[in-house]
Every structure is written in structure tokens, then in C-alpha cells.
């Protein structure tokens, strides 16, 4: 199924006229409603409408210094959704028990929808990647506070694979072949859709919607399993994302890698706006002791391959910015 580009480009620019009415027209009719916690299927896409009515509780006792009873953590699965649910509970118990109130997580369908869900207040902690970060900054006012580390490094690569039996060799016979079939995780991902899709056009693919044929499929898994059943002809994940299904797909290493993306900052942990400066330094330290806590390490490593935790700083991802700036410019 090919995926229309304009549909990426700030999550909806070929929609955000027509769903802008509707959406806005929705809100007033159900303000009272709003910010409750049965929005899960917010990641429609759709631009927020800028109320700056919507559920803005949270956003007050926090800015308040008011106590928080509840806290809720936002993750995308890079693997199987509820395979995801269970792997997190020991984060959300064990941060529970440093910060003395109840955490709960919860597992969004893609990022746009986690975006969403920190604009209007109900997810409080998201689990953000670069580009979903970038997103989440600009239309929700998000902090970034925290980065993972993968052994050592601050940085990764998006990394493209093929079968082990492919002809395809390169990017370059990629780019110089037309109608294969691209696997990748979701549009808003930063390692599975930006950065390759930048390298692409980098390469003269002006046009990505004619020249492959798009397929998200939801997590990095699936795409590397879609061409290990004979469904894409490439994949595009975060590097090495084989390791994630080796020991259920074992054949998975012997799948081909042939290259890779410019350096990506790492994923982040970010928090919605309005929180006290008091409490943004409770969650940071509370992440940051993980990385003197075995079992905590492990569970992030489970998650998303994470091996340690760092500061970070929104500065940090102007690259991932001046990227999506550059490939909007290209695309419009």
C-alpha cells in the first residue's frame, strides 16, 4: 500500500484543513469530556486545534507546586503491543516506589498519537524518539530531560536490510530501482522513515510515494519480519534491530545489511509541559538511578535496547530539525 508523503509533513498537511473543522467543532461540542483517559485512539494524525481549554489540570497543580497523585508514561512499542505491556510493569512499580505515587503505563498506537496525548495532558512521561521529540516540542511544548545510551554511544544510525538471498547489494540499487516494496515502522519514525527517506531524496528519489511501495507496519520487528516472509524487499529500523527477533527468527542475522544513515541522537524522555521545576528534577533522578540499578537496566535494554541513561538538552536534536526541514522543503 503506497502511503501519500503529504500525510507525513507535520503529521497531516494534506488533511489539516478539512479535519481542523471537524476536530474543533468536536471539542466544543465535548469539552467537558476532554483530558479524560479514554482518548487512546488520538493518534489519528490530525493536527491539534490549539484549545487552550483541553485539560489543563495537570498542567495547574504541577505549576503549582500542588502534590501529583498519578503519573502516566507513554510508550510505542518497537516490538509486539502487549509483549511491551507486561515488559514495563517493573519500570512503572519501581518508579512508583521512588516518587511515592502511583505510575501507571500506558502503550500508544503510533507517535502521533503520543504527541497528542502529552499536548492534552494525559500522558505526562513520553518515551519519545528524535523526531517524535522534535514534533512533540513544537506542538506541545514538551521538555526533553533525559537520552538513552546504547553501550556508550548518545547517537545510532537507521540501518537498511535486505534478505539474505537479495540482489540488492546497496543503497544505490535502492535508488535505482523502482516498485520495491519498503517496510518501516511507522511514518513518524525517526530511524525507520526520516532519516532514510532524507538519504533517499539526498539521491535524487524526488518522488518516494512512485518510486517504492510503502508498507508500515508498526514496529521495527514487523519490518524486518515482512522481509524475512518474502512481503518487502527492504527494511528500514534503528541498528541492529535483527537482534531484537533473533532468537524467535534465527535466520534473521543472516539477513543482508547494506548501509546506513548519518548519526541519530538517541531517544529521549520527555515530559508534557507544566511541570514544577521540583518535580522534573524527581523524575530525572529517579531515571537517572537506574543506571545503579541492574534490574532497571535490564528492563530498558527489553524495551528498547537501552543500556543507560543521560541528560539531555533540546539543542542536542537541531540535527533531526534541520533534517525534517530540508526533506519538508523537498517533498512540498
Request: charged residues 25%.
Amino acid at each position: 500500500m503506497k502511503v501519500d508523503q503529504k500525510y507525513f509533513i507535520g503529521g497531516v498537511i494534506v488533511l489539516k484543513r478539512l479535519l481542523f473543522t471537524g476536530l474543533l467543532a468536536l471539542i466544543l461540542g465535548t469539552v467537558a469530556a476532554c483530558g479524560t483517559a479514554d482518548d487512546e485512539d488520538s493518534g489519528t494524525g490530525t493536527e491539534p486545534a490549539g484549545d487552550e481549554t483541553t485539560d489543563d489540570s495537570g498542567d495547574d497543580n504541577a505549576a503549582a507546586g500542588e502534590e501529583l497523585t498519578k503519573l502516566t508514561m507513554g510508550f510505542v512499542p518497537s516490538q509486539d503491543a502487549a509483549e511491551i505491556a507486561d515488559t514495563v510493569q517493573p519500570l512503572s512499580e519501581r518508579l512508583s516506589e521512588i516518587l511515592g505515587v502511583e505510575v501507571e503505563a500506558q502503550v500508544m498506537t503510533d507517535y502521533t498519537g503520543l504527541v497528542e496525548g502529552m499536548r492534552t495532558q494525559q500522558i505526562d512521561i513520553g518515551f519519545l524518539p528524535a523526531f517524535g521529540f522534535v514534533q512533540a516540542e513544537e506542538r506541545a511544548d514538551v521538555e526533553v530531560i533525559l537520552k538513552s545510551i546504547r553501550d556508550g554511544e548518545s547517537t545510532y544510525r537507521a540501518q537498511f536490510t535486505v534478505a539474505a538471498d537479495s540482489e540488492l547489494e546497496s543503497i544505490d540499487d535502492l535508488v535505482n530501482t523502482e516498485d520495491l516494496v519498503w517496510a518501516f515502522a511507522d511514518l513518524t519514525s525517526t530511524s525507520g522513515f526520516l532519516f532514510p527517506a532524507y538519504l533517499f531524496l539526498e539521491n535524487d528519489v524526488d518522488n518516494l510515494d512512485t518510486h517504492f511501495v510503502q508498507q508500515p507496519v508498526g514496529g521495527h520487528d514487523n519490518a524486518l519480519i515482512a522481509v524475512l516472509d518474502g512481503q518487502a524487499d527492504f527494511a528500514t529500523t534503528y541498528e541492529d534491530a535483527r537482534e531484537r527477533i533473533a532468537d524467535e527468527r534465527p535466520e534473521a542475522m543472516d539477513m543482508k545489511v547494506i548501509g546506513f544513515t548519518d548519526p541519530i541522537p538517541n531517544d529521549t524522555i520527555s515530559l508534557r509541559s507544566g511541570f514544577s521545576e521540583e518535580w522534573k528534577q524527581k523524575i530525572k533522578d529517579a531515571f537517572l538511578s537506574f543506571n545503579d540499578d541492574e534490574d532497571m537496566i535490564e528492563v530498558m535494554m527489553n524495551v528498547y535496547n537501552w543500556t543507560g541513561i543521560d541528560e539531555a538538552t533540546s539543542e542536542e536534536y537541531q540535527i533531526v530539525r534541520d533534517t525534517y526541514a530540508e526533506f519538508q522543503d523537498l517533498i512540498e
